[in-house]
T-cell receptor, first 110, second 115 residues
Framework: GQSLEQPSEVTAVEGAIVQINCTYQ??????LSWYQQHDGGAPTFLSY????GLEETGRFSSFLSRSDSYGYLLLQELQMKDSASYFC???????????FGQGTTLQVKP | EAGVAQSPRYKIIEKRQSVAFWCNPI?????LYWYQQILGQGPKLLIQ????????DSQLPKDRFSAERLKGVDSTLKIQPAKLEDSAVYLC?????????????FGSGTRLTVV
């Protein structure tokens, strides 16, 4: 089957750095995306890795290793507003279809 | 630019009733997706449209769910009859071109409660 595994919860303090890992098993893998979702809100796109390596966007970075079927999202200089759920999502095939992980709830404490 | 619009925001119905959700994608976005997100889980694709044609509906429970996208713009998702397990947030998303999962834009969703 097709699946993505990520930790269910992560807790960190303001100003710290946190890494959310994601391992995947999908057919027709094209790339890995990351989405942020606040309670009651819409998932919002954060980052995409189509190739191996690191992508940096401000305080957020994302990494992909196709050989290890593994990726991660790195959040730096954590702020209280970063408390949310984070989803990794694999592109399956060339249609744009996304397969989502179960999500990681990040709690940022003062 | 305006985002993806969905309505209603919330809906409570009894089991075996029918319900419909509406989505208006970002102007010019050819590809439209409907996802189901059960509480505590990630979104799951129900159906994908490219303009007004269906690209993927492999996970749509076709005995009770239907969707259409007339004229390649707005879309409607219907459930008839609803079951308790259909309680979820129904998310609509759009993208400029099919085949690219970069920069999906999601709407805020319709939260359905079936009692």
């Amino acid at each position: 089957g097709q699946s993505l595994e990520q930790p269910s919860e992560v807790t960190a303090v303001e100003g710290a750095i946190v890494q959310i890992n994601c391992t995947y098993q999908t057919s027709g893998f094209y790339g890995l995306s990351w989405y942020q979702q606040h309670d009651g809100g819409a998932p919002t796109f954060l980052s995409y890795n189509g190739l191996d390596g690191l992508e940096e966007t401000g305080r957020f970075s994302s990494f992909l290793s196709r050989s290890d079927s593994y990726g991660y999202l790195l959040l730096q200089e954590l702020q209280m507003k970063d408390s949310a759920s984070y989803f990794c999502a694999a592109s399956s095939g060339n249609t744009g279809k996304l397969i989502f992980g179960q999500g990681t709830t990040l709690q940022v404490k003062p | 630019e305006a985002g993806v619009a969905q309505s209603p925001r919330y809906k409570i119905i009894e089991k075996r009733q029918s319900v419909a959700f509406w989505c208006n994608p970002i102007s010019g976005h050819a590809t439209l997706y409907w996802y189901q997100q059960i509480l505590g889980q990630g979104p799951k694709l129900l159906i994908q449209f490219q303009n007004n044609g269906v690209v993927d509906d492999s996970q749509l429970p076709k005995d009770r769910f239907s969707a259409e996208r007339l004229k390649g713009v707005d879309s409607t998702l219907k459930i008839q009859p609803a079951k308790l397990e259909d309680s979820a947030v129904y998310l609509c998303a759009s993208s400029l071109v099919g085949g690219s999962s970069v920069g999906y834009t999601f709407g805020s969703g319709t939260r359905l409660t079936v009692v």
